[in-house]
């Protein structure tokens, strides 16, 4: 404890700091009980492991499994490693598994959700939280999961450990490719590494196939939504996705597309990009024709200042026509 400082006082303000910490999932494991009403393994196995398919995902090992050994830094000689129940600090990472049970587990964290989480509530865990080098950005943690951005990849996953073990699972969910690393030794195998190198040549070597299948049940209101739309001069493309979601990608390069899901409400909320949380919503005329989109208070329109919509600070009555001597 640092000279000073009570038990009860903060080192920093709130945010500014972040350390990873095994108490925190730890402790994350009793929230679980607790609000469950039984212990967080088998919570886990109900709500999250079964619906996957991965029966073999465990809280202690079941037969046939691997030992667990250290080696010796300075010789060519095992130490085994005992297994035994981390209790209270199990939750930090106390799971035995397979190779192809965590090959589901990279789809799920790719997207493949299963039902079990929402698309969305899953890209909103792999979106940066914190990172540990906010500089150069190459690592860094979103909800529960591991970043690492490494040769163009923006990976998401976790490392992990137990005495005897190392594991990673990163996954790419723009290339739909990831890998899964086990060592059953407690030294410092790079896991990490291998398993980025192992995406990566997926990637480089066997790159994703477009995919496109046409939308069953398309509303043909939103369909005529979509187009160009400009903000003032600057323009801007609205496309329509799955489900009703639309997305709004703007033509210049240094700027970010966003995604936007339908509320109950006929709105839009952002979920990515610069309109993240923020509202969209089509304005009508009195005759039901689509004057502009409102977002949040960004106006658009069909045409750069349409000189119909109520563009903020007005428009000069000589419209675009050139000018002397300009």
Known sequence: MAAGLGPDEARFPAGREFHYTNLGFGLLGQVVAGLRGKPWNEA???????????????????????????????ADVLLEEPEHDARAMAPAGQLWSTAADLARWVAFVGGDTGGVLAPDTLAEMRA????????????????????????GMR????????????????TDPDEGAGAVVLANATSAVPVAAVAAD????????????????????????????????YWGPAPYTLRLLRDGWLSLVPAALDASAGRFRPGPDGTWTGLDGYHTGETLKIVRRPDGTVSHLDLNTFVLTRAPYDPSAPIPGGLDERGWAGRAGA
């Open 44 to 74: 886990l196995r109900e709500e999250i492991l079964l619906p996957l398919e991965m029966a073999r995902t465990t809280h202690r090992p079941a037969a046939p499994h691997a030992t667990g050994y250290a080696v010796h830094p300075w």
């Open 155 to 170: 990976l998401a996953g976790h490392t992990g450990s137990m005495p005897g073990f190392r594991a990673t699972v990163w």
């Open 198 to 229: 192992l995406v990566h040549l997926v990637a480089e070597r066997e790159p994703r196939l477009p995919e496109w299948t046409p939308l069953a049940d398309a509303d043909p209101a939103l369909v005529e939504l979509t187009g160009a739309w």
């Open 128 to 151: 940066p939280q914190t990172v540990e080098d906010a500089g150069a950005w190459t690592s860094g943690y979103g909800l529960g999961l591991q970043l690492r951005r490494d040769r």
